[in-house]
């Protein structure tokens, strides 16, 4: 359980919006290894390279977020971020080799 409270923290930071009958939904889909309803919520690395890779202002929902630019980038430009120096923000990531469920 503490897993999954640390990995909505991490992926799913919308679920503080949602109301209480959504966010059992989500838990319930969650806890259950429903992957089919996980898939359709869209979570992952996008939260931290995109939402939280800016400090003022809103993100560029266009762009990704790294430590250089690429603007080449063969799907999305990739902006640089002063947040994303390196990959040690992606270390305390609490998922592991158990993120390999949801696959």
């Known amino acids: 359980m503490i897993f999954y409270l ?3 923290k991490f992926h ?3 679920i503080e919006f949602a109301t209480d009958s959504v966010a059992v ?6 806890l259950d290894n429903d992957k089919v ?3 359709k919520l869209n979570i992952g690395c996008l939260v931290c390279h995109r939402e939280k890779a ?4 809103k993100p560029d929902m266009n762009s990704i977020y790294g430590n ?3 603007k080449d980038h063969p799907e999305t ?3 640089k971020s002063p947040l994303l ?3 040690l923000m992606c270390g305390q990531l609490p998922q592991g080799v158990r993120m390999s469920i949801w696959k």
């Open 85 to 87: 120096k390196n990959s």
């Open 68 to 70: 250089n630019d690429i």
């Open 12 to 14: 799913f930071p919308q």
């Open 77 to 79: 430009p990739v902006r």
């Open 37 to 39: 309803t996980v898939r």
């Open 25 to 30: 939904e989500i838990a319930k889909a969650a």
């Open 6 to 8: 640390l990995w909505f």
């Open 54 to 57: 800016v400090v003022h202002g």
